[in-house]
């Protein structure tokens, strides 16, 4: 069908620590092996969009002066931990309008050792006098005092929520997710922590916000990921091989959330969720039982939980059964993270939107060695960036 | 104290320029009940600097107005506090500047 995307060429770096390199280094080598893997140049590239969350702004142009200053437009595009996947969203729908062949969306993050964020703050002044400020008219950081806003507070609350709508949730329920996930990672050599965790480990370790201990947060690493897109049109017009290798972008979708009562008391991650994931199988004209592979935001264990459901991975209210069916795990119906997951893997924020479309095109190309998921065709790769954003691609295996 | 939108009722607690719901820009102050139950909650054991923890962070159902806020006069672990329970709004002082002004705030506490 005319008016098919593809992926023609994608990497990941290494996740983990990378002291040695600045963010430009890890986008240019992400962007340069794209590239190469694709069996192109950034003189074939029609548009760059390209996103550093904790940048200054202008990464796209920082990283061109080091890959190659061609002229074509530049997005710097932002969504918080959706960042990644909005990149790419920009350029195909560039290709999808018709206004470029080719493209490359980047997306880098360096966060070893950042901690914890979310956590706001503001600097002591000399002298303390309250006085209401902002829109809520509070006279001092409300954080920790009305409720929390931080990452590993917000979503410990939505697993909760889910647990007390559906019932059956506990905190050992959300650490054999974690558990999962850690098991998951031992394949993986590019990610930053690959070592089995027990699920007396995980439940022993550093409360950070109840139900959620350390092992159960998205690691905080530094990496970057690149993909090349290019139209139905052009691919025809390359080389069997590189025919071969591509994958075709089934959906790609890309919602904020819509609002409902309690939005802006505790973020909504599932309204905004289930409208991209319902769009992108209608696009792809496939469904749930259709997927060899899942990547979703497991950004912490209470998330990936709610997100099983969101993605209409099980029956609404069913994500504990479908947990505790097995279904999750690399050798069950639904293989979900086989990456090891933002808990293992980790969570680069701008990088992760491309990092996980990798993973699945990986196993698509039959290429995921010791963590290949046989036969795979069809995976689907899903974000959230809090505020909200929802990032959903599904992409299939190609046919030449 | 809620901003309520007059067109379609939804209910905020910040300056609004409009009604993210309908798009309206009147609204009304409006009463929220004070009673309410847990929908849901966690442990806060790590936060920023200069933060007390641990704490009780919580979403509570006031009649169907979601409201965020701490529980408070609750022990902070998993023993204690429990989805549904039924708690009602209470006052705390947050802390005096240095002028002497005290700053109070709000949370929640068990119905006993």
């Known amino acids: 069908m005319a008016g098919d995307v593809w992926i023609l060429g994608i990497h990941m770096t290494k996740f983990g620590k990378h002291p040695d390199k600045d963010t430009v280094d890890l986008g240019a080598e992400a962007a340069r092996n794209a590239l190469r893997d694709g069996g192109v140049t950034m003189r074939d590239m029609d548009v760059l969009a390209a996103g550093n969350l904790m940048g200054r702004g202008a990464f796209a142009q920082e990283l061109q002066k080091q890959i190659g200053q061609t002229g074509i437009p530049a997005y710097n595009v932002a969504n918080a931990c959706a960042t990644g996947a909005t990149a790419l969203r920009t350029v195909v729908m560039a290709v999808k309008a018709g206004e470029a062949e080719m493209g490359l969306a980047v997306g880098v993050e360096k966060l070893a050792g950042a901690g914890l964020l979310g956590a706001g703050g503001r600097p002591k002044s000399e002298k303390q006098q309250y006085a209401p400020s902002g829109r809520f008219g509070a006279v001092t950081d409300t954080d920790g005092r009305i409720g929390t806003t931080t990452m590993p507070g917000v979503f410990a609350q939505i697993g909760m929520e889910y647990g007390h709508r559906y019932g059956g949730t506990s905190f050992e329920l959300f650490a054999k997710i974690s558990e999962k996930n850690h098991a998951h990672s031992t394949l993986n050599p590019l990610a930053a922590y690959s070592k089995k965790m027990s699920l007396e480990q995980i439940m022993g370790d550093v409360m950070i916000a109840y139900p959620n201990t350390r092992p159960m947060c998205s690691a905080n690493c530094d990496g970057g990921a690149a993909a090349v897109v290019v139209s139905d049109a052009k691919l025809k017009t390359l080389s069997l091989e590189q025919r071969r290798r591509a994958v075709k972008i089934s959906a790609s979708v890309l919602t904020s959330d819509p609002y409902t009562e309690s939005c802006q008391v505790l973020p909504d991650v599932s309204t905004l969720t289930k409208r991209a994931a319902d769009q992108a199988y209608e696009q792809a004209g496939v469904g749930p039982g259709d997927l060899d592979l899942v990547e979703l935001h497991d950004c912490f264990a209470t998330a990936e939980l709610v997100h099983y459901d969101n993605l209409r991975l099980c029956e609404e209210g069913g994500a504990v059964d479908f947990f505790q069916s097995g279904a999750p795990w690399r050798d069950g119906t639904t293989p979900v993270n086989v990456s090891g997951g933002l808990q293992s893997k980790g969570h680069p924020i701008a990088a992760t939107g491309i990092a996980n479309i990798w993973e699945v095109c990986h196993h698509l190309r039959g290429e995921a060695g010791a963590r290949q998921i046989d036969d795979a065709k069809v995976g689907l790769a899903h974000v959230i960036g809090l505020g909200s954003a929802c990032g959903v691609h599904i992409l299939e295996k190609s046919a030449a | ?112």
């Open chain 2, 1 to 112: 104290m809620a901003n309520e939108c007059t067109r379609c009722g939804a209910r905020y607690f910040d300056r609004r320029n409009a009604c993210a719901s309908c798009e309206n820009d009147v609204f009304t102050k409006v009463d929220v009940a004070t009673r309410g139950e847990v929908r849901a909650f966690t442990i806060v054991s790590k936060a920023a600097p200069g933060v007390p923890v641990p704490f009780v962070a919580a979403v509570v159902d006031c009649d169907g107005t979601s409201v965020r806020a701490n529980l408070i006069d609750v022990e902070p672990d998993d023993r204690h506090v429990a989805l549904g329970t039924k708690v009602e709004l209470a006052t705390t002082t947050v802390g005096v500047d240095d002028d002497g002004v005290e700053a109070v705030g709000f949370g929640f506490r068990p119905v006993s």
